[in-house]
């Protein structure tokens, strides 16, 4: 059928002169809206299925809280359904099991199901808490803020801190996490001597303590308008209120309080983290998003915040922002808009010189059409802008000009061999709609494979074919359905215009070039079928040995160098908190050292956590007083002629390592999934901790001696040293038990609990 008789939706688009144009301008509108609606984050919306049970046991042993909590809820836990995965770490006081779920399974009935198990455990040790139960949420970090002072303490820092924290979170930040600020507790010592003269123990005056302090309501009294409630507000908060406590009456009937017997203090409890920078105590905000949130949107927020109050706070105060990922966010949509904005004018030019300026004009426009209307399919998707999405959009513009180029050059070769301007436009299109749809499908194709990996590392990629697709889809409309009528319109402007002497010149120079040397070499080629194809598979061999041979590396995912470097230290177990605050330090001024000798101005922030060793991807991996973690901020990578590696090479060589020391480390971060680049995990159920110990420390002796291998951590430390006691025949003789003893032991070293209150946003422990 003649393309005039056609009345198909390629006729209609080329030959209406508004629906092209209405139809741009939809697909621009919806761009724009969903560009306001789009969420923008660091990575995509990952579902972890994975639950955590947690259960502390105050003052155990690893191998007590192994024997007696881990192993009676692993033989309860592994016959749940979907369960892909459970593992375990016993540690003193407490231990942690975590379940991996298979891909698609429910983790609401998963969670229930653990929590039913878990209950049917009643072997579980008396003085253990109840198992925290939960699953895993993701929280994207968006910055880190520090708030210090020299003239004041971190006591003094606590009620400001924690008035930003709810100034920001009413703002509209999604989680903020306080690293620094130790959680408290009421003290009350009482001499052994007193006890004894008293004929009292610590259970007894803890008991007698919750008894007192209370607030408890007691119901209602009267009917109607004579109703009252009854209460009683005997909650103390102070250290004076539990003074006043009475204990007991003396032989002379004096009424003996709590002051007289003990002295109390409110105090951090103890292996909290402790945060500093340049040996100035501070607390640590981190700020964090959820699924629902923005990035960008928090990160004004923080801006907005920062603004309005920086001359509020009290004279000293200092506030630090530090490690603001989502600038990392900004870098690659800013990246993306050079890239588009670059791409636009070079495609401009090239067309320009092979085709025409107006059919150059309205093929480079599809650029940011098709742009504009893959956010549109891309938030209708329920997609987010990310690091991987705007990857796959930067690597999705060739698509979107290839099949522009193909439909224009088409129909401008017919419209110049004498076609109307409508049969030319229309005819581009419906000839390429079929080689364009099947290279289209090709490119999903390549692509499908990526949707099809599972895990944690699918979900990351997911993002890549998914804006691939929505780019196509784009193209595809753009190119089939608007562009014909633009090139429609710009063939009828040129029959009105003639062309210029520059444009009749550079036709005819590309005319020459395409009849003489390009048509004589394509005649040698077809004319030697098997040197072409020769030459085709000699460059696909170099291409293969240049990758077998090693010439080109390989990273599975590789990420621009980042700006924080982790340095952690793990001490011997029992080793006295001074200590490891000494080599903290003695690493802090290694770092100076370091940065000045490297030329200077390299560092931006550097803290040390106190007690805590946090790993590459910023999650707490070990806490105690033997740990300790100092966290650097380089300048931009691009604002220094220093690079990572070098930098931590030198920085270790600086440090001196004094006896006691486990491991030492210095890594950076890296942008990805969670994890280390290799794992290696060592099993065996006829070795027990003293063999596998071994046999870690012999493995990593190894690995130290391979070249490229830095970094090497182990996370099973040495046990801490015992004291055994045995109950003798004395102790038998006199009606003691063992678990009197132990009992009496744990209120004398570790006190004992008599109550949790609440006091303002700080729970307090009495013990």
């Known amino acids: 059928m003649p393309l005039s008789q056609r009345h198909d939706l390629l006729r209609v688009f080329a030959e209406h002169k508004v629906a092209c144009n209405l139809l741009m301008v939809v697909m621009i509108l919806v761009g724009i809206w969903a560009l306001d609606r789009l969420n923008t984050q660091f990575f995509p919306n990952i579902a972890l299925d994975i639950v955590k049970v947690r259960v502390a046991w105050d003052g155990a042993s690893a191998e007590d809280v192994e024997a007696a909590i881990t192993n009676p809820l692993e033989q309860q836990l592994r016959s749940l359904d979907g369960l892909r995965q459970m593992t375990s770490g016993s540690s003193e006081g407490s231990t942690s099991i975590t379940l991996e779920y298979e891909e698609g399974t429910d983790m609401g009935v998963a969670l229930d199901q653990v929590k039913e198990q878990v209950s049917l455990v009643r072997n579980l040790p008396a003085a253990a808490e109840t198992p925290e139960i939960s699953r895993v949420i993701r929280y994207e970090p968006v910055?880190?803020?520090?708030?210090?002072?020299?003239?004041?303490?971190?006591g003094q820092l606590r009620p400001l801190v924690q008035q930003m924290e709810r100034e920001l979170l009413d703002r509209g930040i999604a989680n903020i996490q306080l690293v620094g600020l130790p959680k408290q507790e009421i003290a009350i010592q009482v001499p052994a001597a007193v006890l004894h003269e008293l004929d009292l123990s610590l259970e007894d005056i803890a008991d007698r303590v919750a008894e007192l302090s209370r607030d408890l309501p007691a119901g209602n009294i009267g009917l109607n308008d004579v109703s009252r409630q009854l209460r009683a507000l005997d909650q103390r908060r102070r250290e004076v209120g539990f003074e006043r406590l009475p204990i007991l009456s003396d032989e002379s009937g004096r009424l003996v309080t709590l002051g007289d017997i003990a002295s109390i203090e409110r105090r951090a409890r103890r292996l909290q983290t402790m945060v500093s920078i340049d040996s100035q105590p501070a607390i640590e905000m981190r700020l964090k998003r959820n699924e629902n949130a923005s990035s960008l949107e928090s990160a004004e927020i923080l801006a907005r915040w920062l603004d309005d109050n920086r001359g509020r706070w009290p004279r000293g105060?200092?506030?630090?922002?530090?490690?603001?990922?989502?600038?990392?966010?900004?870098e690659r949509i800013q990246l993306l808009l050079k890239n588009g904005a670059g791409g636009l004018v070079l495609v401009v030019l090239i067309l320009f010189l092979f085709l025409n300026g107006r059919a150059a004009f309205w093929v480079a426009v599809g650029i940011p059409i098709s742009f504009m209307a893959t956010l549109g399919v891309l938030y209708l998707i329920g997609g987010s802008i990310n690091m991987v999405s705007l990857f796959g959009?930067?690597?999705a513009l060739g698509i979107i000009v290839d099949d522009a180029i193909v439909v224009g050059e088409d129909a401008l070769a017919h419209y110049q061999a004498g076609e109307p301007p409508l049969e030319a436009a229309e005819g581009g299109a419906r000839r390429m709609l079929a080689p364009v749809i099947s290279s289209s499908l090709t490119t999903i194709a390549a692509f499908l494979p990526l949707m099809l990996v599972s895990g944690i590392i699918g979900n990351v990629l997911f993002d890549i074919p998914m804006v691939v697709v929505c780019v196509i889809i784009a193209s595809l409309v753009e190119s089939f359905l608007v562009l014909p009528?633009?090139?429609?319109?710009?063939?009828?402007?040129?029959?009105?215009?003639?062309?210029?002497m520059i444009r009749s010149r550079m036709d005819a120079a590309f005319a020459r070039f395409r009849d003489g040397r390009f048509r004589s070499l394509v005649t040698t080629s077809v004319a030697n079928p098997w040197i072409t194809l020769s030459i085709a598979v000699a460059l696909l061999l170099v291409s293969i040995g240049l990758f077998a041979g090693g010439r080109l590396a390989?990273?599975?995912?590789p990420t621009p160098e980042g700006k924080l470097v982790y340095a952690s230290v793990s001490f011997v177990a029992g080793t006295p908190p001074g200590r490891t605050e000494t080599f903290l330090e003695h690493v802090r001024h290694a770092l100076r050292d370091t940065e000045a000798e490297l030329g200077g101005g390299l560092v931006e922030v550097a803290t040390i956590h106190h007690g805590v060793i946090e790993g590459a991807d910023g999650q707490r991996t070990q806490n105690g007083d033997q740990f300790g973690t100092v966290i650097v901020e380089l300048i931009e990578p691009d604002a220094r002629s220093v690079g990572n590696p070098e930098f931590m090479r030198e920085w270790r060589n600086r440090v001196r390592f004094p006896a006691g020391i486990e491991s030492f480390s210095i890594v950076e971060r890296r942008s990805g999934?969670?994890?280390r680049d290799i794992d290696i995990r060592?099993?065996?159920?006829?070795?027990?901790?003293?063999?596998?110990?071994a046999a870690a420390l012999e493995l990593a002796s190894i690995l130290s001696t391979i070249r490229g291998v830095s970094g090497i951590v182990d996370d099973m430390p040495f046990g801490q040293e015992q004291l055994i006691y045995r109950l003798s025949a004395e102790g038998r003789a006199l009606g003691l038990t063992v678990q009197h003893v132990g009992r009496q032991l744990r209120a004398a070293y570790d006190g004992r609990v008599a109550q949790i209150f609440q006091d303002g946003d700080d729970e307090i422990e009495v013990r």
């Open 673 to 675: 999934p969670p994890g």
């Open 317 to 330: 105060i200092q506030v630090t922002v530090y490690d603001q990922a989502w600038l990392l966010i900004k």
């Open 554 to 557: 390989f990273h599975f995912l």
């Open 485 to 500: 009528g633009h090139l429609r319109q710009a063939f009828e402007n040129l029959r009105k215009r003639p062309a210029s």
């Open 143 to 154: 910055a880190r803020v520090l708030v210090t002072s020299a003239d004041t303490s971190i």
């Open 393 to 395: 959009l930067i690597m």
């Open 682 to 693: 060592l099993t065996s159920p006829g070795l027990n901790t003293t063999q596998l110990k």
